[in-house]
């Protein structure tokens, strides 16, 4: 019995360093290079692997980094300008440093302003919806509320606000990756520079039909009547198929057009009450988008 | 034994409430909406202009792209706008819209109702008839009928099926057409017979229709090479692979068409267009359709003309019951429920459903139990369940090796799912997303 064990050791630890040998040459035969620096670049970034790149993971933005020659066209918005630091200082080149973006939803016909002109009843899911038709109210245009972007937020910065019917972006969490606005089938979702002190003016709409119809299913869409073009006074807002448009990057805060707009479609969020009230400042719903 | 298709395949109520009513022409409307985009391809080109006086059956707007059909005035009047207009996709479509005056037709129409049997033109001659009177697929799919009739080449189409089999529950308009019209039928099989070089062709009616059958079988035993064959009930027979199968065993094999097994399908709606487009000259400018619902006071058939909005048919059936929960344009099955009574008919409509809203509204969805029903129902041999979770998940390249482009849109699976699951929904979902992929790769 005792030898039974014992050869049975002994053959089997004879195989083991057998295969250990055979394994560490073949291992050393086949090796394939790896750039250490793509390991300490992937370590950097902030592994959510959600996309926001263009690239199908961290890793393989990593790789992408590591092998282009510049940073052209390549960042983290997710990690933003502090990661991409870091990652210039291990790749031994010069940082760049891009705005910070945020997502804004870019419709704000609640269950008030925009009346349902039919029920739905099918699968909860906009993007069914938007294949079937043009959704619960008159609206072509606007938000459908069944929250696929909710869904595929991978940093739980949108949730569905029950009472308006409109998801609400968390700005604090939102990555501005821009997964919400690829599933968006209506396509509301943009991404904004995040300007000083969070503060943000922009259309929230997108209703491309004339202004009697679009105000007709919606009293807060944009009717594309141009007041606001002309009171921009730095040529932020461009207006194409009766529809406006603020450029965030242009735009200066001055809030002008967000008095100017009779239907209230433009937006401010992130100033202090005005002191003589507006009906737009007045009505806590919009100003807490 | 009845004929039948094999795989799956189920058995709803069938509901036939109009089946013993008379087509009746429903009265011109004042107004018409006719959409130039009532077939299967790109728009037609609209022709006329605002202010225009058109007379019935004139051309209006012309299918240029590769399965567009030509759209012809419905009614004369002048054309007051032309504008969008929702149309069954629930979205905002170009159409046309007339202002009726008296009906005054277009010169070359023939207008009396008398049966013209003589076959005077060629194969060339009736194709082009069919081309310009805008002919496409009246089961529902509106493919254009021309198409059809130009064979590919390198393949030979050896015989013509006709659709008479109506599967959907509810709609009577082909059963109605077939009673009424049954001779005119039998010379436009004659006319597709000659203009598709085929000896044979079978007419297909499913045998809950015996006077369809018994008046059909009558009406063909004096002439040559059309048979009349009685199948069993079940849908989606209705559906062009599924009665290519039954009548001739033949199965059009995945992502084919049928003329790849030789055969070639048309609607009996669509052989009576083709009959009166090359006998009489006239173009598809109206066509049956079926209004019923469990309570509505009068189920009926109405022959309307393109363009009539829904309310008129609604009204003309003795108004919308107060229930009414959803008004289906289509069959039950494949149908899709509106958005507004504005909505104009257009060449595929066959039927208006008003359901109750009890019968109407979906039952909420559980978990699925993998009860694998989906699959014993599914005529395609699908795995439809699996295609639902699928396309939750994205997951495109799989959906096209479970062969989601087969799939016909029938909903056998979600009708019969126990946990009320959107099967249909979500595949719909896949499908177009995997076929998008699918013409991107194919251009590259």
Known sequence: MGTVILYTIISLSILGAVAAIVLYFVAQRFKVFEDPRIELVEAELPAANCGGCGYAGCHNLAETLVKSESFDGLFCPVGGNEVMSKIASILGRESITLDTKVAVLRCHGTCEFRPHVNKYDGASSCAIVSALYSGETGCTYGC?????????????????????????????????????VKVCPKNLFELRKRLKGDKKIYVACRNEDKGGI????????????????????????????????????KCKLCRKCVSECPTQSIIETGFPVRKEKTQAATDENIVTV | MLKTFKKGGIHPPENKLSAKKKIVSLPIPTAVAILISQHLGAPAKILVEKGQVVKTGQLIARGEGFVSGNIHASVSGKVSKIEDIYDVSGYKRQAIFIDTTEDIWAEDIVTDSSVTREIRLNVQEIIDKILSAGIVGLGGATFPAHVKLTVPRGKKAEFLVINGVECEPYLTADHALMLEKGEEIIVGIQLLKLALNVNKAYL??????????????????????????????????????????????????????????????????????????????????????????????????????????????????????????????????????????????????????????????????????????????????LEPYLLLSLSQHNNFDRMEMEHIMDCIECGSCSYTCPANRPILDFIRLGKSSVGKIIRTRKKQ
Do not use: W
Not at chain 2, 213 to 221: E, G, N, V, W
Not at chain 2, 264 to 279: D, L, S
Not at chain 2, 325 to 344: F, H, L, N, Q, W
């Open chain 1, 144 to 180: 459908h509320g069944f929250g696929d972007c909710v869904t595929a937020c991978s940093f739980g910065a949108l949730s569905m606000d029950t009472y308006t019917g409109l998801p609400v972006v968390d700005e604090q969490k939102c990555t501005a990756c821009g997964t919400c």
């Open chain 1, 214 to 249: 679009a105000r007709k299913n919606c009293s807060v869409a944009c009717i594309g009547c141009g007041k606001c073009l002309k009171v921009c006074a730095y040529d932020a807002i461009t207006l194409n198929n009766n529809l406006a448009f603020i450029d965030s990057f």
């Open chain 2, 204 to 381: 297909g009616i499913e045998n809950n229709k015996p006077d369809a059958i018994a008046c059909m079988k009558k009406l063909a035993s004096a002439h040559q090479g059309i048979e009349v064959h009685s199948l069993q009930v079940k849908y989606p027979q209705g559906g062009e692979k599924q009665l290519i199968k039954a009548i001739t065993d033949r199965e059009v094999p995945s992502g084919g068409l049928p003329v790849d097994v030789g055969v070639v399908a048309f609607n009996v709606g669509t052989v009576f267009a083709v009959y009166e487009a090359v006998q009489k000259n006239k173009p598809l400018i109206e066509r049956v359709v079926t209004i019923s619902g469990k309570h509505v006071k009068n189920p009926a058939n109405f022959r309307v003309r393109i363009g009539t909005p829904v309310s008129a048919l609604i009204d003309a059936a003795g108004g919308m019951p107060e229930d009414t929960g959803k008004i289906i344009m289509g069959g039950p099955m494949m149908g899709k429920a509106i958005v507004s009574t504005d909505i104009p008919v257009v060449k595929g409509t066959s039927g208006i459903l008003l359901m109750p809203e009890v019968e109407s509204l979906r039952r909420n969805m559980k978990p699925c139990v993998r009860c694998a029903k989906c699959i014993f129902v599914c005529p395609m041999g």
